[in-house]
């Protein structure tokens, strides 16, 4: 049995697709294993032939009989699965030239279209689009610590670029005898009252899915090694709140 998505699965398959769509499998059949390079063990490759019931995103004219590969655990009884008749929720790309042919985003970008797979899915559907959604993140640009009046008082501030050249930045804010406060802002806006992203969210999946897991040398604006290794330990810190971007589906 295939594990279940986590919210960074729904979110990197619906990013990455330019069809999310729910279908009921019409046909199938199992690719030759001599045909299936990469095939997980305990799974299976079919040749899926299926009938559009919903388009969740993408382009509209999405045709009504689709046909695709896709990679599928095996039944219990290590026999193909009968999906005939079943709902699937598949996250695609069409395949140029080829009316109707898919091209799953990976090999099993598809799951069971049940109430709970339907509803996150279109919840992230809706997030990607909204017009407040945060950008995709492609690096740190700079990272600066200043040292406060008082003892173990600090700021650190580190400057992300986007793919969309919004402005994204992290604060870390540490007090004497507290425990440290971070936040994140999506906007030019850079204040003390920034808050960190809810868990299982757009903003959240942002962060622990697109920051990189260290400071690059060159973020960096000061020399000394108070500064340098205090923003450090900050930027570790905020990727130990953020927690880890778990994937369960290849």
Do not use: H
Not at 2 to 8: E, N
Not at 22 to 34: G, L, M, T, Y
Not at 76 to 94: S, T, V, Y
Not at 148 to 177: C, K
């Amino acid at each position: 049995m295939a594990p279940s998505p986590t919210y960074a699965d729904y979110v990197g398959l619906s990013d990455a697709a330019g069809v999310v769509a729910i279908v009921q499998v019409a046909k199938q059949a199992v690719v030759e294993p001599e045909r299936s390079p990469g095939l997980a063990r305990g799974y299976v490759r079919l040749y899926i032939e299926a009938q559009t019931e919903a388009l969740i995103s993408g382009q509209d004219g999405l045709g009504g009989s689709l046909v695709f590969v896709a990679d599928v655990p095996l039944a219990p009884n290590g026999k193909p699965p009968k999906l005939k008749k079943q709902r699937m929720i598949i996250f695609a790309d069409p395949v140029p030239g080829s009316a109707g042919t898919l091209q799953l985003v990976r090999p099993s970008a598809i799951l069971p279209a049940t109430p709970e797979t339907e509803a996150q899915t279109r919840a992230v559907a809706t997030a990607l689009v909204a017009p407040d959604a945060p950008p995709k993140l492609t690096g740190i640009r700079d990272a600066i610590s200043v040292a406060g009046n008082l003892a173990g008082e600090a700021e650190t501030q580190m400057f992300v670029d986007t793919n969309s050249g919004a402005p994204v930045s992290l604060t870390v804010i540490r007090r004497p005898n507290m425990t440290p406060e971070w936040g994140v802002s999506w906007s030019e806006i850079v204040d003390q009252s920034v808050k960190a992203p809810a868990p299982q969210t757009l903003q959240w999946y942002r962060l622990a899915c697109g920051l990189p897991r260290e400071l690059p040398q060159d973020a960096y604006l000061q020399a000394d090694r108070a500064s340098r290794a205090r923003a450090s330990e900050d930027y570790a810190f905020i990727l130990q709140q953020l927690g880890p971007c778990t994937r369960t589906i290849e």
